[in-house]
């Protein structure tokens, strides 16, 4: 019998992610601010500005993932739980329905997409959804929070069961960048519409 296991998919694991890239780049803000409101818009306004910026893009990018590698090894001591030697090509992800977001984090949920002979299936902490490739009508990039920096977005998987319209939408979380992960949504958008084109 699997052993049950606590989410690890929670608030406090989202907050380093989000607060530290805050916390790094709010100085630049305030200073920013303060001499705008003393002096108006000055050379050193506009340069800490840029700094805020520039430095909130590399914080986000950089840190935006911190502790991604361990949440991945504990989601996958629940994937061997479940399918003990299961060895189909599979990601790991970020999961959310249409119109549901995390608290702090566009992911509700956390999990692997993975490909079945049949389709796809995300199996994720919370969520397990099988769709058979036979279903799957179409699969595009959408926009997310991450892409106002892009440094991401949605894989979304597009698919008719019966006469309901449904979408998947999954977001990389493969590697240890944002950038890196964004970079990675085109072959996983390659490699779904070649099977659902097969």
Do not use: C
Not at 90 to 109: A, C, I, T
């Amino acid at each position: 019998m699997p052993l049950e296991r606590k989410r690890v998919w929670n608030l406090w694991r989202q907050i380093p992610g989000n607060l530290i890239p805050v916390l790094i780049t709010a100085p630049f803000l305030v200073l920013a601010v303060q001499e705008i409101t003393r002096f108006g818009v000055t050379g050193k306004a506009v340069g800490l500005s840029l700094a805020f910026l520039g430095f909130g893009w590399l914080a986000v990018n950089f840190l935006g993932l911190m502790g991604n590698g361990s949440l991945k090894k504990a989601i996958e001591m629940k994937f061997k739980d479940r399918y003990e030697y299961d060895s189909d090509h599979r990601y790991f992800v970020g999961f959310s329905r249409p119109r549901k977001y995390g608290l702090l984090d566009p992911h509700e949920d956390l999990g692997f997409l993975v490909f079945r002979k049949t389709g796809l299936e995300f199996f994720g902490e919370v969520h397990q959804i099988e769709l058979d490739w036979k279903v799957i009508k179409s699969v595009s990039k959408r926009p997310n929070i991450h892409s106002l920096l892009g440094l991401g977005g949605w894989v979304a998987v597009e698919a008719m069961i019966g006469e309901k319209q449904v979408r998947l939408q999954i977001e990389p979380r493969v590697k240890g960048t944002h950038w890196g992960n964004a970079r990675l949504r085109k072959k996983l958008v390659d490699e779904i519409a070649a099977k659902i084109s097969a």
